[in-house]
């Protein structure tokens, strides 16, 4: 089985349509693929009414990647399988997501402190229906040729954790999100703990802390980890009990990962499903609930 845990749709800050993504995970040879846009579940909805269409045997997995941050430094919180309408995490969520504009807002106005002609209308016509985030104002950045690549906006000179243009918002406690999580069914899984190249990451003794307090897994197998990475937190996952995973982190053309570029093992998966009660991974037409 290839089994993709970390894709994003134009609900937040991806470039496929929920529908679309779907359809590109059946075509890229994929079994199970979870949508996790940024601290929404609004992609659900059209990515299984597209799965219903496929005579495929692809699984959706439905989910989210709350923004999280621990004593100042950013974190991101996969989470899966939760009920989406549990109270407590709905209002959260909606906190994180309302903050998105006025955050967006108050980059551009940092850019065009730095002589950078970027204008709120340009960020939002690329954002579109998605949550406006960053990779947004990457985007126009690009557009204006400011930088060459996406990738090259998250720099401390830009928009990376602290840059000169950074501005935070509400993000949850990780403490709190895997609470939360666990309350409305869901598992949880740290995301990319190790992306270096994001800005700073938060120490393995505080990866630690959130196993203990009921941490399910770390991403390990990503594109941001180097293999050197990638064998350390295996060992960290060995060492804590804890679930690993790997995942693509696709974003359509915004990035250069592909679906299935990292792929998480079946029996990981399987526990994974097992965990959740808050809600059913969706079988495609052609197969069966995994």
């Known amino acids: ?114 002589g950078v002609p970027v204008a709120w209308e340009q960020v939002a016509r690329i954002a579109g229906d998605g949550s406006v985030g960053r990779p947004h104002i990457a985007e126009a950045l690009v557009e204006l040729g400011v930088v060459r690549t996406v990738s090259d906006a998250f720099t401390p000179e830009w928009i990376a954790n602290d840059g000169r243009a950074y501005v935070e918002k509400h993000e949850l406690d990780p403490f709190e999100a895997i609470r939360l999580v666990k309350a409305a069914g869901g598992v949880t899984v740290f995301a990319h703990p190790l992306a270096v190249k994001r800005g700073a990451c938060v120490p393995e003794s505080a990866v630690a802390e959130l196993a203990a307090a009921g941490l399910d897994g770390i991403e390990a197998d990503h594109m941001d980890h180097d293999q050197a990475t990638r064998t350390r937190l295996h060992g960290l996952a060995a060492d804590l009990g804890l679930l690993v995973t790997g995942s693509s982190d696709y974003h359509g053309s915004r990035k250069t990962c592909v679906l299935g570029e990292f792929t998480t093992d079946p029996e990981i998966y399987g526990e994974i499903t097992r965990r959740a009660t808050g809600a059913f991974p969706v079988p495609g037409a052609g197969g069966t609930r995994s």
């Open 1 to 114: 089985m290839r089994i993709d845990l970390h894709t994003h749709s134009t609900a937040s800050d991806g470039t496929d349509t929920p529908a679309e993504l779907v359809r590109n995970a059946a075509a890229a040879g994929l079994d199970v693929v979870a949508l996790t846009d940024h601290d929404t579940t609004r992609g659900h909805a059209a990515a299984a009414a597209a799965l219903s269409e496929l005579s495929t045997g692809l699984t959706l997995v439905t989910g989210a990647e709350l923004s999280c941050r621990l004593d100042g430094t950013p974190l991101h919180m996969l989470a899966y399988l939760f009920d989406p309408e549990e109270p407590e995490l709905l209002r959260e969520r909606e906190l994180v997501r309302d903050d998105r504009v006025p955050r967006a807002r108050g980059m551009v106005g940092k850019l065009q402190e730095l």
